[in-house]
């Protein structure tokens, strides 16, 4: 087994390379076109081993895949296509090569719809495994969703089901507890933790819209992105529990509470949440399911309504609300 | 003493924003207008606590501005002026909340001469302290400098002395060694060390040139830069021993054949190295040198010529001449 010690940094930044466009590498950065009159959106994540992923129980093909989704996901949540993304790496030095080139493979083959360039990057040595990832894309100004706009009266949209990465992490995590299920909802819940799809397919129809958008991707759950959406615009929201995006067969699995749960607070689906006006919400409900062909998971659909009331609250169909809080959902750094 | 672990993400984050222009933060992502005509311009560093820096011995003041300046420096490597920047922090739960402001307020420092914003970023949880910093610039496309376009007959231009910063090194690990010195040599090297200026005061006056000029920084060391830059262009260069750029004072204090080597190969000098066609590189030296007022240290300087001939030597006053090798240079991941 190579490790990348054996190879040395040079070397190692020759096989890197040849996953980038030979004219955007081997300089001191990257040079590409601007691409006005579009704005420029800009955003970065960094994933570690033993906090965000294990080399032992992920591949490094699926650490690449989620790192390019999540940041291709915050694109998305800004109405934003890609235009390229650097990659940084730290590495031990014991780091199988293979290994590495897995994680550009898992990334490349996350960019390949969206031809997206990888732009460069930099090695280095680090006792762990850490990559941070750069996400650069385009919007046109007017059409750049922001959390700070939603109005009271406005539906509320998941653009899929939520829980279904909390749901495959549990399949992964104990394979025998996932026996009993339909190896039909076990496949499509492991691949939404391993492989999730950002929602960039929705992008141009979000485009198209001439109308006040609130948007956000739910990485930290469905119930923090519509509490940070309520938070920057000063409204509260309810959720209506029967029309929770709960993944078809997981209430069965696991029982309507837990299911409900890892639906608000599960995170890693890589959906969005968006709010619009109720009237264009419906059509263009209508639109994206008569002119997108997605499958029954990744269709949007409401999910509930923002209020004037600050609270976020979920409402059952015997109208009994509970306030749902952000202290639920997952915080770095405690203890 | 308050810990990151204390205060928690969000209230973390909260901090970090104020760092940040308001409206460039807040969302999944930072949006800027596009600076249409030029080209964008973009690079990434990783520095590891333990590789690039000790919390023992670098305030986190330093950390930040030479992180900062790192990738400011290969901005004007590319001839390029910066339009913001994002910060990705991997840091362990006890971290001191004062060590996390002072890294933030070291790279302000060194991006409030270019009046260049932080575009957010990422907080997450790691075993070791880990900045990842991503650059993102600007240049008229015509004015980009590559690597690839040196010809035979160029004079080679450093900006500035090199090996400044692995002197400042040195007085900082061995205090007692540099007690003899000129106080003023092993300030200014220290300064050299803890908070290199970026080139991009040069970057304008470049832009003013209507020729060919090659360029890189010289981070990883004078000898790397020029080898690079043979190797991307095919062509060699010989070296004028008695115009290298070595800081005044230091062959008095180290001897003539160490300060030659700290000149050649230190490293984290951040000046750049140019190639330019004989008769414009005089005049452009005469003319920065008349209207920009620089310190004697930052001063261009002409330092040896492109030839034909493949080789990267270095040529005495006798005409003896010795050939150099990257080997020498700094390679991450060698045991």
Redesign the interface.
């Known amino acids: 087994m190579i490790t990348?010690?054996d190879?040395?940094?040079?070397a190692?930044l020759a096989q890197l390379q040849r996953f980038s466009p030979p004219d955007l590498t081997?300089?001191?950065?990257?040079?590409?076109?601007?691409?006005?009159?579009?704005?420029?959106?800009?955003?970065?994540?960094?994933?570690?081993e033993?906090?965000?992923f294990s080399k032992q129980t992920t591949p490094g093909f699926d650490v690449g895949w989620r790192a390019a989704a999540a940041n291709l996901?915050?694109?998305a949540?800004?109405g934003?296509l890609p235009?390229?993304m650097?990659?940084?790496?730290?590495?031990p030095?014991t780091t199988p090569l293979e290994w590495v080139l897995s994680v550009y493979k898992g990334i490349t083959a996350c960019l390949k719809p969206w031809q997206t360039p990888i732009?460069?990057?930099?090695?280095?040595?680090?006792?762990?495994r850490?990559i941070?990832i750069?996400?650069?894309?385009?919007?046109p100004?007017a059409k750049?969703l922001?959390?700070?706009s939603a109005q009271a009266g406005d539906w509320i949209i998941a653009t899929g089901i939520h829980g279904a990465a909390r749901a495959g992490l549990e399949c992964l995590l104990h394979p025998d507890q996932g026996q009993s299920l339909d190896p039909y909802h076990r496949q499509a819940w492991q691949t939404a933790h391993q492989r999730p799809d950002p929602r960039l397919d929705l992008v141009p129809c979000l485009q198209n819209l001439n109308t006040r958008i609130t948007g956000?991707?739910s990485s930290d759950g469905l119930a923090d992105a519509v509490l940070q959406i309520c938070r920057?615009s000063q409204v509260g929201a309810e959720l209506w529990t029967e029309h929770l995006p709960i993944p078809p067969g997981l209430n069965d699995w696991v029982g309507q509470s837990t299911a409900i749960a890892w639906t608000l607070y599960g995170g890693e689906d890589f959906e969005l949440i968006l709010t619009l006006p109720e009237n264009i919400a419906q059509t263009w409900l209508q639109t994206v399911r008569s002119t997108l062909t997605l499958p029954a998971n990744h269709c949007p659909r409401p999910i509930g309504r923002i209020t004037p009331n600050p609270d976020v609250c979920l409402l059952t169909p015997d109208c009994h609300r509970q306030t749902l809080d952000?202290k639920q959902g997952f915080?770095?750094?405690?203890?």
Chains 1, 2 share one sequence.
């Not at 190879?7 to 040079?10: D, K, S, V, Y």
């Not at 732009?119 to 762990?128: A, W």
Request: glycine content about 12%; aromatic content about 2%.
């Open positions: 990348i010690q190879l040395g940094e040079q190692l081997g300089d001191d950065a990257a040079v590409l076109r601007s691409p006005h009159p579009d704005s420029l959106v800009i955003s970065t994540d960094m994933l570690v033993g906090v965000h996901s915050d694109l949540a800004m934003a235009l390229g650097t990659i940084a790496l730290g590495l030095g732009l460069g990057g930099d090695v280095c040595q680090s006792p762990v850490t941070s750069t996400v650069l894309g385009k919007v100004p750049t922001y959390r700070h956000m991707d920057a952000l915080q770095h750094f405690r203890p």
